[in-house]
């Protein structure tokens, strides 16, 4: 295997394990190559089919068919970061409130660590509620709807009938991306609704995104930065993102 081959699964494999990543973090991640190699690299690649383009980075080509990629996948991805977003997120929900869970796997790590207390529960995600099932004390309600297998959640006209009856205190939602063109966002047009629909309804509405995602398109879009209230994120955001979070008087945490 030549070095140009070599350096090239490298970036694929970058690609693949974020799912989303910008061209600042590829370059970041492979320091010995300069910019326009690794431009160069990225157009070949994306001729060969083996990532996406995208404006500022590339994808993983999984999230850009309208899977948003697998679970099982994202589920191994950017572990520790995470988990510092799961313990952030835990300091938040307060005891008798009504919460929405979205899915994704960030989520269902808050979902295995939800302490055993009076609360009422909604999730889109299956395997949130697989994990809420070991607790007592909460009323757990797990939304109806058409299954998506990839994510393991469900969406459709009968999870958007089903949101619009009820009044969120928190909803908890997880993003596949973040753009300062477009805002948060997602790879399939159902579950951005759904997203959309469930920010409406709260009182509160909680992001957990770790760094990597900033920077990056995804097809749908979401919300931007006014309607959101909190950030839960890893210590790595860029200071040009904290920037625009203080100008829409967003808390970061």
Do not use: W
């Not at 697989?130 to 994510?151: A, C, D, F, W």
Request: charged share 25%.
């Amino acid at each position: 295997m030549d070095a140009m081959e070599q350096r090239r699964n490298t970036i694929v494999e970058l690609v693949n394990q974020s799912g989303n990543i910008s061209f600042a973090q590829l370059k970041k991640k492979i320091p010995q190559i300069s910019e326009m190699t690794l431009r160069t690299d990225l157009k070949a690649l994306d001729e060969a089919k083996r990532i996406v383009r995208v404006h500022g980075g590339a994808k993983s080509v999984d999230v850009v068919i309208g899977t948003d990629d697998m679970l099982s996948r994202r589920s191994v991805r950017n572990i520790e970061a995470k988990q510092l977003i799961t313990q952030k997120a835990l300091q938040l929900i307060r005891k008798d409130t009504t919460l929405f869970l979205d899915s994704g796997s960030t989520t269902t790590m808050l979902a295995a660590c939800m302490p055993d207390q009076s609360n009422l529960i909604f999730t889109n995600s299956l395997t949130c509620a697989v994990e809420l099932g070991r607790l007592v004390n909460p009323e757990i309600h797990v939304l109806g709807g058409t299954m998506n297998r990839y994510s393991m959640s469900v969406c459709g006209i009968h999870t958007l009938e089903d949101v619009q009856r009820i009044n969120f205190d928190q909803a908890f939602m997880g993003v596949t991306t973040y753009c300062e063109q477009t805002g948060f966002n997602c790879g399939v047009d159902e579950e951005a609704m759904l997203k959309r629909t469930v920010i409406r309804q709260a009182e509160q509405t909680i992001i957990l995104m770790d760094s990597s995602k900033v920077g990056v398109k995804s097809t749908y879009a979401i919300c931007g930065l006014d309607e959101v209230d909190i950030i839960i994120s890893d210590d790595n955001l860029s200071e040009e993102f904290l920037e625009e979070c203080r100008k829409y008087h967003v808390q970061v945490i």
